[in-house]
């Protein structure tokens, strides 16, 4: 299954290493992940330019998984959000 990875990252230090941690276990489980951080992000860096480019990344997959920090995070809900609306399989940590 592929699935999209979706938590909190602004004002997370350690964030990169939350998500690269649920990417490899779910790899791991036989999984393809879409990992926004790994996202190249060409753009003028602005929070609705992620938000966009993560989206549209998002909707190549099936299903949603949560990290746990995701309630704290603005585009991790507006994520739900939009999965919930498709159908999206919904994974929470």
């Not at 949560?66 to 399989?89: D, H, K, P, Y």
Request: proline fraction near 3%; glycine fraction near 4%; charge should be negative.
């Amino acid at each position: 299954m592929k699935i999209y990875l979706s938590g909190r990252i602004t004002n997370e230090p350690d964030f990169k290493q939350r998500f690269s941690e649920a990417e490899q276990a779910l790899i791991r489980q036989g999984h393809e992940v879409v990992n926004p951080v790994n996202l190249p992000h060409d753009h003028d860096k602005t929070w609705h330019s992620y938000m966009k480019e993560d989206v549209k990344a998002m909707m190549d997959c099936e299903a949603i998984y949560m990290l746990s920090n995701w309630m704290q995070s603005t585009g991790a809900v507006i994520e739900r959000a939009i999965a919930s609306e498709l159908n999206f399989e919904i994974i929470h940590q």
